[in-house]
T-cell receptor, first 116, second 114 residues
Framework: DGGITQSPKYLFRKEGQNVTLSCEQN?????MYWYRQDPGQGLRLIYY???????QKGDIAEGYSVSREKKESFPLTVTSAQKNPTAFYLC???????????????FGEGSRLTVL | GENVEQHPSTLSVQEGDSAVIKCTYS??????FPWYKQELGKRPQLIID???NVGEKKDQRIAVTLNKTAKHFSLHITETQPEDSAVYFC?????????????WGAGTKLIIKP
């Protein structure tokens, strides 16, 4: 069953702790993305990766880090430097955009992080 | 840079009536405009999209229109049903730092009243 899987679904963290959110896809997609979703706001891009071993900062990268060692995996670490980490985090992937496709985003089910 | 504004933030319509959600964008070079639907507790999913060389696209009860001159695009849902209740996001694709990026609207919560 192809898709994109995020874990954990819910996570609680104490202030000052780092936490890593997992994102795995078996769609053979080149690009992967991390978004943050807050109530009343659109999706804000944290980091994205177009190819293995390469990634770029999005609009709100401060306090986050990522790695892309494998095509299938794009984990996100929320560090203690992130001032307001409580949010819903969405991972997405897309095929390489060509003239024949639009690069549709396929989302995971999300991870809800709460900092206590 | 690109900015996408979406209105209204909440829309309540009677079941069977039509719903219209509007988005405006700022970058005239944006060339692709998708709409995603996010049901409560679920992942966003693409429901319809339109490229900049097309003015309108329909898929059963949903349609999207694009006015490039005015830089706005709209989602139209006819004969609304309870399962249409969700948050809808528009987006515009623009070129940033040599990569195409989607810039998102803030979302519209659509409520279908029985």
């Amino acid at each position: 069953d192809g898709g994109i899987t995020q874990s954990p679904k819910y996570l609680f963290r104490k202030e000052g702790q780092n936490v890593t959110l997992s994102c795995e896809q078996n769609l053979n997609h080149d690009a992967m993305y991390w978004y943050r979703q807050d109530p009343g706001q659109g999706l804000r891009l944290i980091y994205y990766s177009q190819i293995v071993n390469d990634f770029q900062k999005g609009d709100i990268a401060e306090g986050y880090s990522v790695s892309r060692e494998k095509k299938e995996s794009f984990p996100l670490t929320v560090t203690s430097a992130q001032k307001n980490p409580t949010a819903f985090y969405l991972c997405a992937s897309s095929p390489r955009r060509t003239s024949l496709n639009t690069g549709e985003l396929f989302f995971g089910e999300g991870s809800r992080l709460t900092v206590l | 840079g690109e900015n996408v504004e979406q209105h209204p933030s909440t829309l309540s319509v009677q079941e069977g009536d039509s719903a219209v959600i509007k988005c405006t964008y700022s970058d005239s070079a944006s060339n692709y405009f998708p709409w995603y639907k996010q049901e409560l507790g679920k992942r966003p999913q693409l429901i319809i999209d339109i490229r900049s060389n097309v003015g309108e696209k329909k898929d059963q009860r949903i349609a999207v229109t694009l006015n490039k001159t005015a830089k706005h695009f709209s989602l139209h849902i006819t004969e609304t049903q309870p399962e249409d209740s969700a948050v809808y996001f528009c987006a515009a694709r623009t070129l940033m730092d040599s990569n195409y990026q989607l810039i998102w609207g803030a979302g519209t919560k659509l409520i279908i009243k029985p």
